[in-house]
T-cell receptor, first 110, second 110 residues
Framework: KNEVEQSPQNLTAQEGEFITINCSYSVGISALHWLQQHPGGGIVSLFMLSSGKKKHGRLIATINIQEKHSSLHITASHPRDSAVYICASVIGHSNYQLIWGAGTKLIIKP | ETGVTQTPRHLVMGMTNKKSLKCEQHLGHNAMYWYKQSAKKPLELMFVYNFKEQTENNSVPSRFSPECPNSSHLFLHLHTLQPEDSALYLC?????????FGSGTRLTVV
């Protein structure tokens, strides 16, 4: 069964802290997405990665294919980073489908 | 603005009403999706269209009726909904493994 597990489910931290959100998946994938959903509802794709590491501003995403594990890091966290962060694995090689994690609700306090 | 536009952003409808949700993308993506997100649940895939052809219907009740007149537009026609259908409805498009999401329509059935 294809499963994506995220941890923690909820995370509250103080402004400036280094944040790590973890994602594990159970079967081989062709890529993994990290997405951000703000309270308004819209989902923004942060990263799509299939190996190694990607960085965008204060956000860093890593993936270890052998261990079937990915992490999203936020450096110098800020209250505007408060959102739900979702990982989703991409399966298939011609008809790509997403398997969704349940999301991590992050609250950054000033 | 992500490139996928959904209207309306909010919708309140009675159980006997008929309404439609609209999704539009001009990213040149060949696949479009409808997702449902209920409170505190992962996203649920409802329908998939590939090059205007429906390729997936995840056991969605017939009171939800999708329409894809061309590869840029996707509709979700709603009729005789139930209060439990109240949720955030998200449209997405994809090309290969890359996905883009709309801001969603927050639907309340009264």
């Amino acid at each position: 069964k294809n499963e994506v597990e995220q941890s923690p489910q909820n995370l509250t931290a103080q402004e400036g802290e280094f944040i790590t959100i973890n994602c594990s998946y159970s079967v081989g994938i062709s890529a993994l997405h990290w997405l951000q959903q703000h309270p308004g509802g819209g989902i923004v794709s942060l990263f799509m990665l299939s190996s190694g590491k990607k960085k965008h501003g204060r956000l860093i995403a890593t993936i270890n294919i052998q261990e079937k594990h990915s992490s999203l890091h936020i450096t110098a966290s800020h209250p505007r980073d408060s959102a739900v962060y979702i990982c989703a694995s991409v399966i298939g090689h011609s008809n790509y489908q997403l398997i969704w994690g349940a999301g991590t609700k992050l609250i950054i306090k000033p | 603005e992500t490139g996928v536009t959904q209207t309306p952003r909010h919708l309140v409808m009675g159980m006997t009403n008929k309404k439609s949700l609209k999704c539009e993308q001009h990213l040149g993506h060949n696949a479009m999706y409808w997702y449902k997100q209920s409170a505190k649940k992962p996203l649920e895939l409802m329908f998939v269209y590939n090059f205007k052809e429906q390729t997936e219907n995840n056991s969605v009740p017939s009171r939800f009726s999708p329409e894809c007149p061309n590869s840029s537009h996707l509709f979700l026609h709603l009729h005789t909904l139930q209060p439990e259908d109240s949720a955030l409805y998200l449209c997405a498009s994809s090309q290969g493994r890359g996905y883009t999401f709309g801001s969603g329509t927050r639907l309340t059935v009264v």
